[in-house]
């Protein structure tokens, strides 16, 4: 079956700190999406990317985040510095647009 | 602006229980309507859809119905089983807006055996 692969599975990091999460999207899907899981936030949408062009960002910090597709097959999120209120869960997912969307097993992020 | 609520959990059953998890939407328009499931260390699966009024969504034992004059999209399954522990998502998609997805907090169900 063909899947959503985020890396790491795992991360934890101290304050201040580069953190960078990758994502590869199914193959041929067009719509990429971030989205960052918390107990208190639920479900946040951060970023939106149709065939490769950044279209939503306006749920990210733009101060120390940032998202990019440089290729179809990667997508990545990035976090300098980071921040211990960024511990999270962050999942990929991808889909062909109006269409159901897949995730990834998502990165569990610890900054201490 | 489009918000969706759900029923606060966690939600514990014993096996063979039936099941609702409720929620409830707020949109403009006619929006598509989802329930996710995600299980433990995983990420979210597209569980069923509805797209439109009193249309009704079904998959694994699942069901949920499309009611705009409650603007309500319950989940529901007549007997549970230990496998379906998980967290259970409501979400929304604007017609308007074949993108994003609007998600509820989520429901933890957890069915003993």
């Known amino acids: 079956d063909a899947r959503v692969t985020q890396t790491p599975r795992h991360k934890v990091t101290e304050m201040g700190q580069e953190v960078t999460m990758r994502c590869q999207p199914i193959?041929?899907?067009?719509?990429v999406f971030w989205y960052r899981q918390t107990m208190m936030q639920g479900l946040e949408l951060l970023a939106y990317f149709r065939n490769r062009a950044p279209l939503d960002d306006s749920g990210m910090p733009k101060d120390r985040f940032s998202a990019e597709m440089p290729d179809a097959t990667l997508a990545t999120l990035k976090i300098q510095p980071s921040e211990p209120r960024d511990s999270a869960v962050y999942f990929c997912?991808?889909?062909?647009?109006?269409?159901?969307?897949?995730f990834g097993s998502g990165t569990q992020l610890s900054v201490l | 602006g489009n918000s969706v609520t759900q029923m606060e959990g966690p939600v514990t059953l014993s096996e063979e229980a039936f099941l609702t998890i409720n929620c409830t939407y707020t949109a403009t328009g006619y929006p598509s309507l989802f329930w996710y499931v995600q299980y433990p260390g995983e990420g979210l699966q597209l569980l069923l859809k509805?797209?439109?009024?009193?249309d009704k969504g079904s998959n694994k034992g699942f069901e949920a119905t499309y009611r705009k004059e409650t603007t309500s999209f319950h989940l529901e399954k007549g007997s549970v089983q230990v496998s379906d522990s998980a967290v259970y998502f409501c979400?929304?998609?604007?017609?308007?807006?074949?993108?994003?997805?609007?998600f509820g907090s989520g429901t933890q169900l957890t069915v003993l055996p």
């Open positions: 193959l041929g899907h067009n719509t």
């Open positions: 997912a991808s889909g062909l647009e109006g269409e159901k969307l897949f």
């Open positions: 979400a929304l998609r604007k017609a308007s807006s074949a993108r994003q997805l609007t």
């Open positions: 509805a797209t439109k009024a009193d």
